[in-house]
């Protein structure tokens, strides 16, 4: 590892040696200020950073692991530091936590950049924290390890075991219906409130903590556990442990962040019915390595690897029952199917599969020209080959205005469209998965086929496409579509279509862009789009001259 233009020395056993090797007053002042944090030559430096905070309540048990962290490494004899960094609440952040995704990607690729690292050990938890670690940590490139916070204990509500997410959102529509009375969505809240950690569902923070493990970022079996387990802070001292034995041996994330390695992380994805989110973040992992990971691969893999994970939103099994299975390495092993014994519910045998649909399917067409994704497992079987009119809302307010109408032209053959809600139009939440209307719920309609250039939470359901890809935003085909107008869907085909002709010389409806400053307005004039992982332009490696690490001028500050 270089020591930086402008300090002299040639090339150093560690890279803080850049900062704190010599004996001129530069040097000297490096020291100096890290000797509050117990310097006292200790090596390596290990940088832990931690989004603990008491506004993200999947984050804020990561303090407790960070200490066990610290002792991992000064039991290795390294130096232990920690430092904050911004925490991406899913539950409070608004429009949404993506937008801030890549900001966090920043700021720790930055943080490590600019300061005497020899090595990090990463803490998060909640769903857009695990992705833009990793994406920080495959640019800079030094050793690394994440750990992650666990999934928060599982409640019950009359007897029942509610899946965070899940249960919120078919207790929803039951009330909207007028089959919940208020005492049972009162104690919904009482019951979903409870806990710290991430969703106990295959959520986003389940899925990118698997995803994490199975790219070789996150110790063996350390992303499925309940948070607060005992085995978690056992396994965050030992992940101190081993990033000084890491840093020792040289060993980087490029050596995991390989073709094999996302393949690997694709397979597993399949199999354990992941979050739709995955396939942005995998994706935008991959392109700071200068990988290219096309979405028909997600559509290919998915297509000859089973869902054997049994667990909601596809499945009717919660986290803690995937904990008790073996997590990750009992998904490997049911994989591999080498074993004499039978995998654990909820892992079923790759020749018995929890549905006949795979995870994911991609499909293009004049709608989706660049491609967009159906989380086809949990989606209605039948409405994977469907052909309607179109609803189409061209923004979340005009949808939530309309959506209950009772004069909506709506039956449960229409397709609902929501565009303008795409990674330039507003970040991309998770607004895909539209709220069937309120007299078809009424009706007994459960699904209906809808599309969306937004995404959907991992712990959702339903026939939803989403990613549109180009979006709405940027003059995508949802931007001229209307009211009447006759899609047609068949996932198997790969096809998503309207009307041939129908959208020529239309004028694009595009949603309105409130923002002249800040990060937003930064945000739209650099973020990709979905099949390219949603990252910034300039934060992809594009070239092989983009993909080494800069290490800065090391002198007087």
């Known amino acids: 590892m270089s020591s930086g233009p402008g300090r002299p020395g040639g090339q150093p056993s560690l890279r803080s040696d850049g900062w704190l090797a010599g004996d001129d007053e530069v040097a000297l002042e490096h020291r100096a200020a890290l000797h509050a944090a117990g310097w006292a030559r200790r090596r390596p430096v290990i940088g832990i950073a931690c989004t603990a905070s008491d506004l993200n309540r999947c984050d804020l048990g990561l303090t407790v692991l960070a200490a066990a962290v610290r002792r991992g490494v000064a039991a290795a004899g390294g130096l232990p530091v920690v430092f904050p960094a911004m925490s991406l609440s899913e539950d409070l952040m608004k429009p949404t936590a993506m937008l801030y995704r890549n900001l966090l990607a920043i700021e720790v690729e930055e943080t490590i950049r600019s300061q005497p690292l020899d090595g990090v050990v990463a803490l998060g938890n909640c769903d857009k924290t695990v992705p833009a670690y990793l994406m920080a940590l495959a640019s800079a490139d030094i050793p690394a390890l994440i750990v992650t916070g666990g999934f928060r204990p599982v409640a019950s509500l009359r007897g029942e075991r509610l899946g965070s997410g899940t249960a919120l959102w078919r207790m929803y529509d039951e009330r909207r219906a007028g089959r919940v009375p208020d005492a049972d969505w009162a104690g919904l809240e009482t019951c979903l409130g409870a806990g710290l950690g991430a969703c106990n569902t295959m959520g986003t923070a389940s899925t990118m903590a698997i995803m994490a493990e199975a790219l070789g970022l996150a110790l063996p079996g350390t992303a499925v556990l309940e948070a607060g387990d005992p085995a978690q802070e056992a396994m965050a001292e030992e992940a101190g442990r081993r990033i000084v034995a890491l840093v020792a041996a040289g060993t980087r994330p490029s050596s995991r962040l390989t073709p094999a390695g996302f393949e690997r992380a694709m397979t597993v994805l399949a199999a354990i019915g992941g979050s739709t989110n995955a396939i942005i973040h995998l994706c935008a992992v991959a392109g700071r390595r200068g990988i ?7 559509g290919q893999i998915a297509a000859r690897v089973p869902v054997i994970a049994d667990i909601a939103p596809i499945g009717t099994g919660l986290m803690d029952d995937l904990a008790k299975a073996g997590g990750v390495p009992a998904v490997l092993a049911a994989l591999d199917g080498g074993s004499a014994e039978a995998p654990r519910w909820p892992l079923r045998p790759v020749s018995g599969p929890v549905t006949a649909a795979p995870a994911f399917m991609i499909v293009r067409g004049n709608l989706a020209p660049d491609g967009a994704v159906l989380k086809a497992a949990a989606a209605s079987p039948g409405l994977l080959r469907h ?66 250039d937004a995404r959907m939470s991992g712990t959702g359901y339903g026939t939803v496409v989403l990613h549109v890809a180009p979006e709405s935003a940027v003059g995508g085909p949802l931007s001229r579509l209307r009211d009447g107008d006759l899609i047609s869907l068949d996932a198997f085909a790969g096809e998503l279509s309207v009307e041939p002709g129908v959208l020529a010389g239309r004028e694009p409806i595009l949603p309105a862009v409130p923002d002249t400053r800040g990060w937003p307005l930064l945000h739209r004039m650099h973020v990709t789009q979905a099949p390219q992982g949603c990252d910034y332009d300039f934060l992809q490696a594009r070239t092989a001259e983009q993909l080494p690490f800069v290490e800065p001028v090391i002198g007087r500050s």
């Open 387 to 452: 052909s309607g009119p179109a609803v189409v809302f061209h923004s979340y307010a005009e949808m939530r205005q309309r959506i209950d109408d009772p004069d909506l032209e709506v039956t449960r053959d229409s397709v609902l469209v929501l565009a303008g809600c795409g990674p330039v139009g507003a970040a991309m939440p998770e607004w895909g998965n539209i709220p069937i209307p309120a007299r078809l719920l009424r009706e007994g309609v459960t699904d209906m086929l809808r599309i969306s």
């Open 292 to 298: 290219t990971l096309p979405l028909e691969r997600f």
